[in-house]
């Protein structure tokens, strides 16, 4: 049989996919890799109206993960190298391998062939797409990369090359931890905590939380999972069995679309690069695919949606994250917080763009100049 879609990888944006695309009538079949199609992170969502997004995209994307909400965090809490304050921004902890689970179960229901513990191979381009896995092969129309980081599908479009600085690794843990405001979102920024990038606690409750630290690649000293045990040793938290994952921080790959294939999520670099949130993005860019199959080029359809949607919040954090990249490695951002304006933190954070992004775009002019400064390229390789 020839399927409409060969979905690869069932993350948030695989599952989207097969759960969109089925509701529209497509025939799809879903290949991935592990045998359970789940995984945890921070398991944070933004709310549409925190990103802009309105209307039938916005209304899509919440829907899909609103049945998984566990806790509503109205206010993010950040401490900057000691400097603390707060700003209003709406987003969720949520269940996410439950979402994720339901979703291709829904998918399911609709007549979607999923197949865990089968690994994608290869594809070939014959009348159709020839796609081979570690159990068989199948045939389909289009081919749909949701496979995250270090895309198999995604080295079609555009080549394997991974620049190492644009790369963070993570861990997250799920834990018993008293917090003082459950609808607060601690982000924590300091060199010596999570040297690039930040570590976090989102409350799900008043006595749990996930805790977690994301590092940069590029930035640090000592092997990644000493990091996260000595964040986890402040707070008073006993946790086994740490694992790391990767975030690609490097904002949207070139070519999201092509001679009938597609990428989406993390596959397609959909994460903002300056806070390494990506399960919306994944999310949307399924809806918009589902959109995107309906016209006659849907390629060009889909790019041109990813470039509406999502391409600008990528570039801005790409923006932000790079400048703070300058003037961290110069030494200068920990010297200069107490004088910066919050809102201008906040927006890069959030990844948004404010009235301090033009200052911070010409501050990122000079990353290519700091590049290679400090931390230790061979503490953390690409599995
Ligand atoms: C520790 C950590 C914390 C995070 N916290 C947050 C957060 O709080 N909020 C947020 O928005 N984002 C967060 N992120 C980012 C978020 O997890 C990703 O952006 C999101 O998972 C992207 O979904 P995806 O489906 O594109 O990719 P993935 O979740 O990576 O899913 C890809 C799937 O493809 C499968 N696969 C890969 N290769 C193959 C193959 N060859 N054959 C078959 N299957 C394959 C994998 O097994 C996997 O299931 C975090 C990331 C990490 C690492």
Request: hydrophobic share 40%; net charge positive; charged share 25%.
């Amino acid at each position: 049989m020839i399927y409409d879609a060969a979905i690869i990888g069932a993350g948030p944006a695989g599952s989207a996919a097969s759960f969109f695309l089925s509701q529209r009538g497509y025939k799809v079949i879903v290949i991935e890799r592990s045998r359970k199609a789940s995984s945890i992170c921070g398991e944070y969502v933004p709310d549409p109206s925190s990103l802009g997004i309105e209307g039938e995209v916005g209304s899509s994307y919440s829907e899909f993960f609103k049945p998984f909400v566990v806790n509503e965090l109205r206010r993010i809490s950040f401490k900057i190298f000691g400097r603390s304050f707060k700003v209003d921004y709406l987003g969720y902890s949520i269940k996410r391998s439950e979402m994720v689970e339901d979703r291709l179960e829904r998918a399911q229901d609709l007549g979607a062939d999923v197949r865990l513990g089968e690994s994608f191979i290869t594809l070939e381009r014959e009348e159709v797409y020839k796609i081979l896995t570690s159990k068989g092969e199948y045939f389909a129309r289009y081919v749909i990369g949701a496979d995250g980081f270090l895309s198999r599908i995604s080295r079609f479009l555009n080549g394997e090359k991974v620049d190492l600085d644009d790369v963070s690794i993570a861990f997250p843990i799920e834990a018993e931890l008293k917090v003082e405001d459950p609808s607060e979102m601690k982000l924590i920024f300091d060199e010596e905590v999570a040297p690039g990038a930040y570590a976090w606690i989102i409350p799900r409750g008043d006595s749990r939380a996930n805790v977690g630290l994301g590092i940069r690649c590029s930035m640090i000293t000592m092997n990644p999972l000493d990091y996260m045990r000595k964040f986890l040793s402040i707070l008073g938290i006993e946790a086994r069995d740490l694992r790391g994952r990767f975030v690609p921080v490097g904002g949207l790959v070139k070519r999201v679309a092509e001679d009938g294939i597609f990428l989406l999520g993390d596959a397609a670099g959909m994460v903002i690069p300056s806070n390494g949130g990506g399960i919306h993005n994944a999310i949307i860019s399924a809806y918009l695919l589902s959109k995107s199959l309906e016209s006659e080029l849907p390629e060009e359809k889909y790019t041109s949606y990813v470039n509406r949607y999502i391409r600008g919040d990528l570039e801005a954090g790409l923006t932000y994250r790079r400048a703070a990249d300058v003037l961290l490695r110069l030494g200068i951002l920990k010297k200069m917080i107490g004088l910066l304006p919050r809102s201008m933190a906040s927006e890069a954070i959030t990844g948004r763009r404010g009235k301090y992004y033009p200052l911070l775009k010409i501050v990122s002019y000079l990353y290519p100049l700091s590049k290679g400064r400090g931390g230790s390229r061979s503490a953390c390789r690409l599995a």
